[in-house]
């Protein structure tokens, strides 16, 4: 999404946003720098980190809830900048052969994709393990990553001119498979929490379509309409998989149940909607019954005044204090969500033990003052045109 041009002394404007892969953060990107949200409550919206160090942001990312935190702008689109947010310091930053078009993060993968090419690092040390060249034209950067770094599978359009979605396994640098998932080019990509389902949609808008991954079999079919034609800008699973939700240039958000999956919903799902005029909203769904969501809270991203609720809604029961929920770039883009997070003292699922053998090879700690990266920084090429400084 670009930015306007905006006048000398004008409040930012928000140029991009991003959710961090749990959904328990938001990023935006303003012609001033970015910021970054904590969404660990309903009723207020937590601001975490600023920084006005580089304008015309236009891509950020932040890894889960670490001090990770990657940063391209238009003042230098070619470059990938990460840095460590919490100490103010820049980790190492990457030049590529043409325009960043998006950039997607796991504990184990960091993913630049260009348009006619994808590289792959190694996220504990950033090195670049591999670059996938001669890709089909991707004009918008369509790709995605799986966030379980033990299925880290990335998908991206395996064709110009037909919906075919090339699969790459990001842990064996090798190819899965290819899907025929459309007749027409894809606009809209996104894996599950666990990296088991994928979810499509092509140019057209009127079907998406949910696949097995790695062994690309159909699972699901859903009809978003029959006869008119829309774009659509997301595609979001909810964190366990229960709901898909998709955006288009319609402004309305379709939700889909996937029906075998349990009935038994064991938290109220939300939805949230982040808009390009800078405002984040947040919905109440009725996981049975479906129906229109009731909106309960609507935030201001740009301002530091608070919205108000909509006063017609302050009936509406107590909203617990932790959720998490997901939105793409690009116009308007929602999600759904039932399960917490990831928490920040090491990335498990609350409650969650993780076994020690994968804090070794998997992922990294950006908590401490010895925590990552143990980069040595240096200059020249690296393989695939891709240049650290």
């Known amino acids: 999404m670009e930015a306007a041009a905006e006048a000398p002394g004008a409040p930012a404007a928000l140029?991009?946003?991003?959710?961090?892969?749990?959904?328990?953060?938001?990023?935006?990107?303003?012609?001033?720098?970015?910021?970054?949200?904590?969404?660990?409550?309903?009723?207020?919206?937590?601001?975490?980190?600023?920084?006005?160090?580089?304008?015309?942001?236009?891509?950020?990312?932040r890894l889960f809830s670490s001090s990770l935190v990657v940063v391209v702008s238009h003042a230098k689109p070619q470059q990938m900048n990460v840095y460590h947010f919490k100490k103010?310091?820049?980790?190492?930053?990457?030049?590529?052969?043409?325009?960043?078009?998006?950039?997607r993060l796991n504990r184990q993968r960091l993913v630049v994709c260009l348009e006619e090419s994808i590289y792959i690092h190694n996220i504990k040390d950033m090195k670049l393990l591999k670059t996938i060249m001669d890709t089909p034209p991707n004009t918008t950067g369509l790709c995605a990553l799986s966030i379980n770094h033990a299925n880290s599978y990335l998908a991206y359009p395996g064709s110009a001119s037909s919906g075919e979605i090339a699969l790459y396994d990001g842990n064996t640098l090798k190819t899965a498979c290819t899907i025929p998932a459309h007749e027409g080019p894809l606009a809209a990509l996104t894996f599950n929490s666990t990296g088991s389902k994928l979810?499509?949609?092509?140019?057209?808008?009127?079907?998406?379509?949910?696949?097995?991954?790695?062994?690309?079999?159909?699972?699901?079919?859903?009809?978003?309409?029959?006869?008119?034609?829309?774009?659509?800008?997301?595609l979001v699973f909810s964190m366990d998989s229960q709901f898909l939700c998709a955006s288009s240039n319609t402004e309305t958000v379709h939700i889909f149940k996937l029906e075998h999956l349990t009935d038994r919903i064991q938290k109220l799902p939300r939805l949230l909607v982040t808009t390009s005029d800078g405002h984040l909203y947040i919905y109440n769904l009725d996981p049975q019954d479906g129906g229109e969501c009731v909106l309960i809270k609507n935030h201001s991203l740009l301002g530091s005044r608070k919205m108000e609720e909509n006063k017609e809604n302050d009936l509406q029961p107590p909203v617990p204090q932790s959720y998490a929920a997901t939105v793409a770039r690009q116009?308007?883009?929602?999600?759904?969500?039932?399960?917490?997070?990831?928490?920040?003292?090491?990335?498990?699922?609350?409650?969650e033990v993780i076994p020690e053998h994968e804090f070794a090879t998997g992922p990294v700690c950006l908590d401490d003052e010895n925590e990552f990266p143990p980069i040595i920084l240096c200059r020249g090429g690296q393989p695939g045109k891709a240049k650290r400084s």
């Open 15 to 61: 140029s991009c946003f991003s959710y961090n892969q749990d959904c328990t953060s938001l990023a935006i990107g303003t012609t001033t720098g970015y910021r970054l949200f904590s969404l660990s409550s309903v009723e207020q919206l937590d601001q975490v980190h600023e920084s006005n160090e580089i304008p015309d942001v236009y891509i950020v990312e």
């Open 88 to 103: 103010g310091t820049e980790i190492c930053n990457y030049s590529y052969s043409s325009k960043i078009l998006s950039i």
């Open 199 to 234: 979810a499509s949609a092509s140019e057209k808008g009127t079907v998406i379509r949910v696949f097995s991954i790695p062994g690309g079999q159909k699972l699901y079919e859903f009809r978003r309409g029959m006869k008119r034609y829309v774009n659509i800008s997301s």
């Open 331 to 351: 116009s308007t883009v929602p999600s759904t969500s039932t399960m917490p997070g990831y928490s920040e003292d090491g990335g498990a699922l609350r409650g």
